[in-house]
């Protein structure tokens, strides 16, 4: 797994913590980059050349902001996923059934990513956006994927990453959120109570692979007031167990 503390070049971390800057700021000037990094405005300037030569960065009147190459090479990346090619059309039809948020998640350097979302038509407004990088142990996609993970690689993510407290409803003790993927694994089934967001709950199953080796998982998700008794317990539970199935199978065939 790879850190920071790892041996590697400083130009290149420099030049990624200036372009993830670019999109925490929303587009900056060198002297605010310069600042928010921690460099001198010098090196930041050429960091911002040698992007723009690249065409990685665009300057529109003193400001600099990401450029559209990067939609070109996060599109390639996500065609490549055998997970998002099988899977995008199944989240369609689980947000077209159930009315909600449907997503489909995988891990990359112990975090959960979005690969996939899709809307219903009673769904919620959320502040999710399709390659979001969030904590793994605060969701029901993550928890579904941290469950069937090798002891020794969750072992890993947790030591790194910890468990940071995202909200008042968050697992942070490790102990109980073993316990919590112990039940996940039983039931194939992950819940988040409100872990990330609130008013938001969610129900998530894992996607293995021909080998049982967790590749992602999917889940549905809407506001308290609609996902709770029959429906949170029983009902969205079976209807992502099978909507998972199906695309557990077509992987294996595709």
Known sequence: MTTRDSPGIQAVDRAFDIVEALNELDGAGVSELARHVE???????????????AEYVVRENGTYRTSLKFLQISETARNQHALY???????????????EISALMTEEHGRGVFVYRSRGSEAARIDTCIGDRVPIHCTALGKAILAFLPDDRRAAIIDQHELPAVNHNTITDRGRLE?????VRERK??????ERLNGLRSVAAPILDGTDSVIGSISVAGPTHRMKGERFETELPETVLGIANVIELNIQHT
């Open 189 to 194: 089934i992950a819940y988040d109570d409100e």
């Open 39 to 53: 460099l001198p405005k010098s090196t930041v300037h050429n960091h911002l050349d040698t992007l723009e030569r």
């Open 85 to 99: 090619e099988v899977g995008r059309s199944e989240v369609e039809h689980l947000a077209e059934k159930t009315g």
């Open 179 to 183: 316990e919590d993927l112990e039940t």
